[in-house]
């Protein structure tokens, strides 16, 4: 995979003491708790129902240092591989269908060129 497709970009605002990671394309997203203590949210792209970026809720509050960044990345790797594989056999399952109606819709388009 092509890192630099994915456009990282990172964020500290210390006012209200959330880091911000996105990457891939910017679109509208929405946030899923990845954590029981809703300390770290995933961004989820609206449209593509893809990873776009995760949130640390009060990383300096948690001393998130002290902790270890794998201890706070790790149910954000977890979230972010089981929406994938949910992605991926959704495709799955829609690809008979998507292959029926391209075949439909090049033949009309056959047809229509005489």
């Given at each position: 995979?092509?890192?630099?497709?994915?456009?990282?970009?990172?964020?500290?605002?210390?006012?209200?003491?959330?880091?911000?990671?996105?990457?891939?394309?910017?679109?509208?997203v929405?946030?899923?708790?990845?954590?029981?203590?809703?300390?770290?949210?995933?961004?989820?792209?609206?449209?593509?129902?893809?990873?776009?970026?995760?949130?640390?809720?009060?990383?300096?509050?948690?001393?998130?240092?002290?902790?270890?960044?794998?201890?706070?990345?790790q149910?954000?790797?977890?979230?972010?591989?089981?929406?994938?594989?949910?992605?991926?056999?959704?495709?799955?399952?829609?690809?008979?269908?998507?292959?029926?109606?391209?075949?439909?819709?090049?033949?009309?388009a056959?047809?229509?060129?005489?």
């Amino acid at each position: 995979m092509d890192t630099k497709a994915l456009k990282p970009r990172s964020n500290y605002d210390s006012q209200a003491d959330v880091l911000y990671v996105g990457f891939g394309d910017a679109e509208p997203v929405f946030t899923e708790d990845v954590d029981d203590n809703e300390t770290i949210l995933l961004e989820i792209g609206v449209f593509s129902g893809l990873p776009r970026g995760f949130r640390i809720i009060g990383p300096k509050k948690h001393n998130i240092k002290q902790l270890g960044f794998q201890v706070w990345i790790q149910p954000v790797k977890d979230r972010m591989k089981s929406l994938l594989e949910e992605r991926i056999r959704g495709l799955q399952q829609q690809e008979p269908d998507l292959e029926r109606i391209a075949e439909q819709e090049l033949q009309n388009a056959l047809a229509a060129c005489g």
